[in-house]
């Protein structure tokens, strides 16, 4: 029989066996539940800073956060690179029906738009289904306000409305376009987003309306009816500001050179609490190489978590670190992006755009190679697939990107809305996701696999 005072002992000892045992990747999924560090950092993110839009003092705050939460875990080489980035003023907004039914119509600008003259305009709508539409109508939308009626097809097909349709209208003389929120869902609640002008016409305020006040003015249309409205928005363009991605590594043991990185980006759109887009995917990688690093786990090559800037309307993050890094993009074995939301990872897509098809087959089967690393998580895809808006500029370039492919099932129903919120997010998603990414990025950093 064991003496009782040697119990203490044997369970230490037996504690220890079992967790030198485990692998690493159930070592990382019992840490992540057990502590929940990502829902705390999106809960003090959402909650203590809110909104991120590029030149704001909230994307400034959110900066100095992030790089104090990587030196807090012990990251090295922790620091800031700078990039310029625009500023985007929202300014007082508002819509309302005159005719025929007048009521406050709910709108967001959209990001880049300019205002209205002073004391706003007011004109006759004319709804469209299509740019096809418009190029039919040309010349009578002249002096009016041209919506873009467009029901939510996926956001790929969709959102060329909400970024060319006030260019579009403007080609032929509108004086104002109004854009269907890209999404399937309202609520009452607009959807904001980046438009685009084309130099040749005249810049026209721009701004998103519900999906609901969108087939209430086509069924008017349809009707007979003259539909009227009155538009004001202050937006404005400011010189661009400072900005900076935020950089931490977990320094590799034997191939410190060789580089995997971890990014989600920092900046959301001025309304909500930018939770789904991007602070889970921001809080995500931070927790996986957390993990890591708390684990005692040494990767043989580096992971670098990279935050981005200005993801939202410039993509100006992504494109100084290609610049900056331009002589080390050949090392850099793969670049991990999470930016669909905070529901559970599905997939890991490898992106590369350099490499023959059937350089890409033998590519996934390496890749595929290493998912036993993804055994505790349950079905999870490896295939090939996109990557990510900030990793782009250096997924051009020859490096691999792997785009992190969440369920995203209600992701834009409140994409860039009012509503999203951190109160949407699910504590274990996050805590699966974060073990999940470092996990495969784990087995990627121990191993030799090239994509290139």
């Not at 005072?5 to 999924?29: D, M, N």
């Not at 579009?168 to 104002?176: D, E, I, N, R, T």
């Not at 935050?307 to 309307?313: A, D, I, S």
């Not at 590519?363 to 079905?379: R, T």
């Amino acid at each position: 029989m064991t003496p009782l005072r040697c119990l203490p002992l044997l369970l230490v000892s037996l504690t220890l066996g079992a967790q030198g045992s485990q692998k690493p990747a159930e070592r990382l999924r019992s840490e992540a539940f057990r502590t929940h560090g990502a829902y705390t950092d999106l809960a003090w993110l959402c909650d203590r800073i809110g909104p991120r839009l590029s030149g704001s003092p909230q994307l400034d705050q959110a900066i100095a956060w992030a790089q104090a939460r990587m030196k807090a875990a012990g990251f090295a080489n922790v620091h800031l690179e700078p990039a310029m980035v625009p500023h985007w003023v929202r300014g007082r907004e508002s819509a309302e029906m005159l005719l025929p039914t007048p009521h406050r119509l709910n709108i967001l600008g959209l990001g880049g738009s300019v205002g209205t003259p002073e004391g706003g305009l007011t004109a006759d709508v004319v709804v469209v289904g299509s740019f096809d539409e418009l190029d039919k109508l040309g010349g009578a939308v002249k002096g009016k306000i041209v919506l873009f009626d467009v029901p939510f097809q996926g956001y790929g097909h969709t959102v060329v409305y909400r970024h060319d349709g006030a260019a579009k209208a403007a080609k032929y003389g509108a004086v104002a376009a109004l854009v269907r929120s890209v999404g399937p869902v309202s609520l009452d609640t607009p959807h904001t987003g980046v438009m685009g002008y084309d130099p040749a016409y005249p810049k026209i305020p721009t701004a998103s309306v519900t999906l609901e006040a969108s087939t209430q003015m086509r069924r008017m249309q349809d009707r007979g009816e003259q539909v009227r409205v009155h538009l004001e928005m202050g937006a404005q363009t400011l010189p661009d500001v400072p900005s900076a991605n935020v950089v931490g590594e977990i320094r590799g043991t034997e191939k410190p050179e060789e580089v995997v990185i971890l990014s989600g980006h920092l900046d959301s759109w001025d309304v909500g609490q930018g939770a789904q887009d991007d602070g889970a995917g921001t809080v995500t990688v931070l927790e996986a190489a957390r993990l890591i690093q708390a684990l005692g786990l040494k990767p043989r090559r580096t992971l670098r978590v990279v935050l981005w800037t200005n993801e939202e309307n410039g993509l100006r993050g992504g494109l100084a670190y290609r610049d900056a890094h331009r002589a080390e993009l050949g090392n850099i074995v793969a670049a991990f992006e999470s930016d669909s939301g905070s529901e559970r990872i599905k997939s890991f897509g490898l992106d590369l755009r350099k490499a023959t098809p059937e350089a890409r087959t033998a590519a996934l089967a390496s890749l595929k190679g290493l998912a036993s690393s993804l055994e505790p998580f349950g079905s999870i895809d490896v295939r090939l697939g996109g990557s990510g808006a900030d990793v782009s500029p250096m997924v051009a370039e020859g490096v691999p990107g792997i785009g992190v492919g969440h369920a995203a099932t209600h992701y834009f129903d409140i994409h860039h809305t009012q509503a999203d919120t951190f109160d949407k997010v699910d504590k274990d998603d996050l805590a699966f996701n974060a073990a999940a990414l470092a996990s495969f990025a784990f087995a990627l950093a121990q191993s030799d696999v090239k994509f290139q």
